[in-house]
């Protein structure tokens, strides 16, 4: 039986910029009427000071969760297909039912130096196992449990403990196979039905990309492809508007499908998403409502017969619905679009698979909204919201990591295998270096971007070099490095770079 234990180690290093609390000491008792002014004030920049770091706290947390649920996502889909490929265990324990199971430490520190410094030291485990009956029922279950240790800055001197928690729980059952077994005969069709808290996303993942406890069916007939989903989120799972009286936890549910028609070169889709708000909290003066609903489509070009080694990417996402606006307790429209497009080349194997990638990636603004998520300092009421908020995830650099709200991103990317070139894979293994380019760019120059400060109106937001190694010693042993540093431009209130870093290792057996 094939076990496997990962081990990871990430180190951050982000400046941020930070703002300084000026605090004003008054001794003389002669003025203590202006003193009780002074201390009015301090109380008011104090409280100002603290939503300014709760806000940095949680754009962090969002930041760091993106990028990993990124990299979850593309490790979940290399463990099913392991699992897919191994062996049946049958022969082993003599009846019809396969146990594979697995796990993956990850332990992180994260530094951030703006002035001060702000360290915090994360470790992460994940125990995962699946079973198999009949190549019909499947269950699968991974737990997770994570201890933080906040050192200084940004984050208290406390440690936290979470977990166990069932991170993902799900019971698939083949259809096709069964109709198969029941009917005698093959079925021109493959066809899967799965319930629980699991992992899903819809075309590139933009639009749509979590684990959320759901219903879920999946087919394939001929060149036809398609999948729906019924879900909701999970119990402790923290809510996109961070203004709302109980932002850390919410309450939305989630109905979605896409359909797609696989050709030699070409794939066009399409999909839909409906999300519905059931948090409806509300005050005197502002209530907290937002219903989404998403259309979009694409196509993904590869193969070519004159251009074997080109690949195209389109997705466009229309965004409708309503929500609620800033001091309002009316819902207002919404209109809002994105668009994701890539363009790569790869170069022959004997050069070392050198591939040059082009990506544009865009998201439409508002040019009353000051926060990109919330209702607070968000839309104008009475207008209509032209902000395009999503619930998936886009790779938009390492360091910045904006999201794609009111933004235009442009990137070149350059990836190399070396030792494919020397042909050396067979003795060191597969060896991956990159480096990628980006520029920001506002769409409504008097909307704000994500980023506390980062709300000028200037259209240009800033620049970005990231560099990154992947390197698999073995079947068991990978290494990775990545760094990238991000230049601040006229749309920030703060001069400045941030950089991030991180390195780790990852041990499979």
Do not use: C
């Not at 195209?312 to 307790?329: A, F, M």
């Amino acid at each position: 039986m094939d076990r496997r234990l990962r081990a990871v180690l990430i180190l951050r290093n982000t400046d941020l910029g930070r703002n300084h609390l000026v605090v004003h000491t008054f001794l003389a008792l002669t003025l203590l009427g202006w003193v009780g002014g002074g201390l009015h004030a301090q109380e008011e920049e104090s409280t100002s000071e603290r939503r300014r770091e709760e806000e940095k706290r949680r754009e962090l947390d969002q930041a760091f969760e993106s990028r990993l649920m990124e990299k979850e996502r593309t490790r979940d889909m290399d463990e099913r297909d392991l699992l897919a490929d191994r062996p049946s265990l049958e022969k082993l324990i003599g009846s019809e039912l396969d146990i594979e199971y697995g796990g993956m430490l990850n332990s992180t520190f994260l530094r951030f130096r703006s002035g001060g410094s702000n360290r915090l030291y994360e470790s992460n485990l994940h125990l995962w196992v699946d079973l198999r009956w009949k190549g019909i029922h499947e269950i699968y279950a991974r737990e997770w449990w994570s201890y933080v240790h906040y050192d200084s800055g940004l984050f208290d001197d406390r440690d936290s403990n979470t977990g166990p928690r069932t991170d993902q729980l799900w019971y698939r059952l083949v259809l096709d196979r069964a109709i198969e077994k029941a009917i005698g005969a093959e079925t021109p069709f493959t066809l899967d039905l799965s319930v629980g808290r699991i992992h899903q996303y819809l075309g590139s993942g933009l639009t749509y990309n979590r684990v959320h406890e759901g219903i879920h069916l999946e087919g394939t007939w001929k060149n036809l492809d398609a999948k729906f989903f019924a879900s909701r989120n999970l119990p402790r799972q923290s809510d996109i508007d961070s203004s709302r009286p109980s932002p850390d936890k919410t309450d939305r549910r989630y109905y979605g499908g896409e359909v797609g028609w696989s050709f030699p070169v070409i794939r066009p889709y399409g999909f839909f998403l409906i999300q519905k708000d059931r948090n409806s909290p509300f005050l005197d003066e502002q209530k907290w409502h937002y219903d989404s609903e998403y259309y979009g489509g694409g196509i993904l070009l590869t193969d070519l017969p004159v251009v074997p080694r080109f690949r195209l990417e389109l997705e466009y996402v229309h965004q409708l619905g309503s929500g609620t606006g800033d001091g309002s307790l009316e819902s207002d429209p919404i209109d809002a679009h994105a668009l994701i497009s890539r363009i790569s080349y790869e170069f022959p194997t004997e050069y070392g698979s050198p591939t040059f990638t082009f990506s544009y990636l865009m998201g439409s603004g508002d040019s009353d909204r000051l926060s990109v998520s919330n209702a607070v300092a968000g839309n104008q009421a009475g207008t209509t919201d032209r902000s395009f908020l999503y619930f998936g995830f886009v790779s938009t650099g390492f360091s910045y990591a904006p999201t794609l709200t009111n933004i235009h991103v442009l990137s070149a990317e350059w990836n190399w295998w070396p030792l494919a070139a020397f042909d050396l894979e067979d003795r060191w293994g597969s060896l991956s270096i990159g480096i990628s380019v980006y520029g920001y760019w506002k769409d409504r120059v008097d909307g704000g971007i994500s980023g506390v400060s980062s709300n000028l109106i200037r259209r240009y937001i800033g620049h970005e070099f990231d560099f990154f190694l992947e390197w698999d010693v073995s079947s068991d042993l990978s290494l990775f490095f990545e760094y990238g540093i991000f230049f601040a431009d006229e749309a920030f209130d703060v001069d400045g770079e941030s950089a991030f870093l991180s390195t780790g290792v990852t041990l499979k057996f």
